[in-house]
């Protein structure tokens, strides 16, 4: 699909504004434009054929980014019939490769870069935004995730555009490479910055009031800049970062789903869990702002639940009298801990005696053998989610796990493990995937026109990804719902985000109010495109 930007003038400034684009399907070639015996149905099987012969995950990203660019009726078709295969691919774990080649795999423009350099006259934007990281080889992340808003939850392709801010790069690798697409500038901070994105996103509620707007960040976007811009921006547009809120609620999700097994096996009540992260940075940290939820709806105060999630960062636990902490860890640094450091995961593990790790430092295999046997030693059922991504930094593998636990791991993951076969018995990982989630959630808060998009909406995407599961997928010991049935799990998560806005007066869909649950979840459904 190419989006075209067309530019014209207004009091003076040059602004663009995107030419009107077909709501329906593409339309069908002219006659003598195809071959006599072209069928649309072999058509399909030839495209996966084609990208099925590519040996390299890299050169299958590079041949659905160009189906999508020529056919993308059928790219989006493939993607709803062959879930499972296409999201790793577009998204986590390929994406990454993605990212670091992009510069170098690049073909033709696929969104809207805006650099520092174009302070003062950012006037374009869109519906649903991907915001790429403040280096253009970040921009593939957006592109993806843009790909399973169309494909999971059926936003229509003419109302989303993945757009990069460049503010130049800190990493002189890029600045070196001759390639290299962005700025070949350090990257701007401070005032500046935020005087640059204080413009952005004035002038996107200026010409699109209906805008919802998806943070992203990755290394070049800093954990302090990342909490700020939300903390900025959450109450004035309808925004939210998918690395934070995105992440924890999919993570809730899970542990809802993992905590009712562990507590069945220990016959410990559910509130007396306790939850250990390995990794302080702010996809950690906001998991464990989400994850108090877990808590809360359980009938615990926020102090109570504070007090149940133990952080560890790369000088071991984070307690009060350890010395100065950063400032997005401080609300979880511990009050009751006044000894010497603990800087060793497993002398940790002795202290806390959590139910529950969580992974989210990028530090491949940092849950040795040791770390895994001692959380089994701990619980009859441990839960243990590595979720960094891509699979090569994940803190442990799913086979370890399994193996060190005897079997009896509830796990989940950032990235995808193969199922393996235990002692006659087939074991399934779960994957704890953003797209779970995101998809509903922006689906959710568009349909109801929410001027915000609130705690409670995020809380309520977790909570339908969660009661999603069906009786076969529980008898499967399931924590996540199959990937294939993301429309289905979508329209349901949306339905509860409306709801959620609703009960907030953050709705401006009032004709939405009066209808059932039965009747929202059909209208919902019946607002999915379809290629």
Request: glycine fraction near 8%; charged fraction near 20%; aromatic fraction near 10%.
């Amino acid at each position: 699909m190419t989006i075209i930007l067309t530019p014209y003038w207004s009091d003076g400034v040059q602004k663009l504004k995107m030419a009107p684009q077909l709501m329906t399907a593409e339309p069908k070639p002219k006659p003598g434009l195809v071959p006599p015996a072209f069928n649309d149905d072999v058509h399909t099987l030839r495209c996966l054929n084609q990208l099925r012969s590519k040996d390299k995950n890299i050169e299958k990203y590079i041949y659905l980014s160009m189906l999508k660019e020529q056919d993308s009726s059928m790219f989006y078709k493939l993607c709803l019939q062959y879930m499972s295969e296409f999201t790793p691919i577009i998204y986590t774990p390929i994406v990454g490769d993605a990212c670091l080649q992009y510069s170098h795999i690049y073909r033709r423009p696929e969104g809207l870069f805006i650099s520092i350099k174009d302070k003062g006259k950012i006037r374009e934007s869109s519906r649903i935004l991907g915001l790429g990281d403040l280096g253009v080889n970040g921009m593939p992340i957006s592109i993806g995730k843009l790909s399973l808003y169309i494909a999971g939850a059926g936003i229509r392709p003419s109302s989303t555009i993945p757009i990069c801010l460049d503010l130049g790069t800190n990493n002189q690798k890029y600045l070196d490479d001759p390639l290299y697409l962005g700025l070949r500038q350090k990257r701007i901070t401070g005032p500046e910055m935020t005087e640059f994105m204080d413009e952005f996103m004035h002038e996107m509620s200026v010409a699109f009031p209906k805008l919802l707007v998806q943070f992203e960040h990755v290394e070049d976007f800093s954990t302090d800049n990342a909490f700020h811009y939300l903390e900025r921006y959450r109450n004035k547009y309808p925004v939210f970062n998918d690395d934070i809120q995105g992440t924890g609620a999919v993570v809730l999700s899970g542990l809802i789903n993992a905590a009712r097994l562990s507590s069945a096996a220990s016959g410990r009540p559910i509130t007396d869990h306790r939850i250990l992260f390995f990794g302080a940075g702010s996809a950690g940290v906001g998991v464990a702002m989400q994850l108090m939820s877990f808590f809360t709806l359980n009938g615990l105060s926020q102090d109570q639940a504070r007090e149940r999630i133990w952080l560890i960062d790369s000088q071991g636990l984070v307690f009060d009298a350890r010395g100065p902490i950063a400032e997005h860890k401080k609300f979880f640094s511990r009050k009751d801990h006044s000894g010497p450091p603990i800087t060793e995961i497993l002398d940790i593990i002795e202290y806390v005696k959590p139910t529950a790790l969580l992974g989210l430092s990028t530090i491949s295999n940092a849950f040795t053998p040791d770390v895994i046997q001692a959380m089994a030693v701990l619980n009859p059922r441990p839960i243990i989610f590595p979720l960094s991504n891509p699979v090569r930094l994940s803190e442990c593998s799913f086979q370890d796990a399994v193996k060190y636990t005897n079997g009896k791991v509830l796990f989940a993951s950032g990235s995808p493990f193969p199922e393996i076969r235990y002692e006659d018995e087939t074991l399934f990982p779960g994957q704890g995937n953003n797209m779970y989630i995101f998809p509903g959630l922006g689906l959710g808060a568009i349909l109801s026109r929410a001027t915000s998009v609130t705690d409670s909406m995020v809380e309520a995407s977790s909570l339908g990804l969660a009661g999603s599961l069906t009786e076969e997928e529980r008898s499967m010991g399931l924590l996540y719902p199959r990937i294939e049935r993301i429309r289905e799990i979508s329209a349901r998560i949306a339905t509860q985000v409306i709801r959620a806005a609703q009960k907030e007066g953050v709705d401006r869909s009032t004709d939405l109010r009066p209808m059932s649950d039965a009747e929202l979840l059909k209208s919902v459904s019946s607002k999915m495109w379809y290629p």
